[in-house]
């Protein structure tokens, strides 16, 4: 593990924390009660303080934490473009799929940094019930309301196609990471092997991608929805 | 000056940072660069850390700070469906003059409260540095591009007019704000005067009013925009 590839992890998930905390900011302005709101608000300053550690930590590397972070601008771009939500409640599931997909991705790709790092990161992404949040919110609406669940669980289903897809996108496009995906899967042993090294790595990729998808599933079902 | 209506005047002014806190997070997602995306998350995190304050010095009262900021949830509702942006350097100055002359109220009528409470809301909301990039990009851009800039000016004409409007019905519906403009006028000294107490109220109302005007012409005076 290269110094180098853990400054990319850090800023992609520092760019992750910004996006969560605009996100957050237009779930407060559009929210439908105003105690959604007052919520919403202090999620979406909790996300930037994340944001700000993470980017400190990045600096103490000698880099500037944030060059690295606007490098991931358009990170997320294609998900934002390709899921315009209609609902309020449409739009809490696609963050929160969206944000748990990338924040399960960088969390697993984690294994590959040294211990003392990884706890580092933890301390910091461990600090938010952002999450806790919209389970809690959309179980309730699903509850009350079985015509909108079950097309809350079909855009569920889109949702997560698209992180995938964004995820992949990602890692195809930035070399620091795809080596971090492989160095990760060998770290926490997966039982796939290949004559190969490329059909190796391959595999080992796919198999990040197949534990996402499961952790997906698990999430779905807490909030009472079909994945 | 009861600390009902302190509290009142405390709630408006938190809900003012929520407010700002929203609007700036929304400012940094739709931002020209990553630059100016980074600046308006810290700023909009910056505003949610003013309301906090804000709500907590209205909980030294005994009161819930959250239960009064949100009788203030449609306090600028029409200013913002009245004003609709078309580019983000339209958006920015929205945000600048209408933050600026909510908080020019506030900060006029927190002359009806005492001496200590009024420094305590100094020192929360003297932490401000909103205005001053605000003033910076506006400048720079009404610099750059003087056709934009007399459409800007003209906005801002627009815009003064709708958020002098909207404070107006503030105090107008809001016996506790109507009660603090007139004391905060008694305070300041204005040299109007009038044979009937009604009249004499009107009077103060209207200085109050006329000094906002006389403070965001100097606003825009310094971004070189004609008021």
Request: charged share 20%; hydrophobic share 45%; aromatic share 6%.
């Amino acid at each position: 593990m290269s110094t180098q590839d853990a400054i990319e992890l850090l800023g992609l998930l520092a760019f992750a924390e910004l996006s969560a905390q605009m996100r957050l900011a237009v779930d407060a302005a559009l929210s439908p009660t105003p105690a959604h709101r007052l919520t919403h608000a202090g999620l979406s300053a909790n996300a930037h303080g994340r944001m700000v550690a993470l980017t400190n930590l990045i600096a103490e590397y000698g880099v500037d934490g944030q060059s690295v972070v606007v490098r991931y601008n358009d990170a997320f771009a294609d998900y934002e473009s390709r899921t315009r939500s209609e609902t309020w409640y449409e739009r809490v599931l696609k963050g929160y799929v969206g944000h748990s997909v990338a924040l399960d991705f960088c969390k697993l790709v984690a294994e590959a940094l040294p211990d003392n790092l990884q706890e580092r990161i933890t301390a910091i992404i461990g600090k938010t019930n952002e999450s806790e949040n919209a389970a809690a919110i959309l179980s309730a609406k699903s509850e009350s309301d079985p015509t909108f669940a079950s097309r809350l669980a079909l855009w569920g289903r889109r949702l997560v196609g698209e992180a995938l897809g964004q995820i992949q996108g990602l890692v195809i496009s930035n070399p620091a990471l795809e080596r971090l995906v492989i160095a990760a899967a060998h770290n926490l042993g997966t039982e796939v092997s290949s004559p190969t090294v490329q059909e190796q790595q391959k595999l080992e990729t796919a198999w990040v991608f197949s534990k996402l998808t499961a952790d997906h599933a698990r999430r779905m079902d807490r909030i009472g929805l079909a994945a």
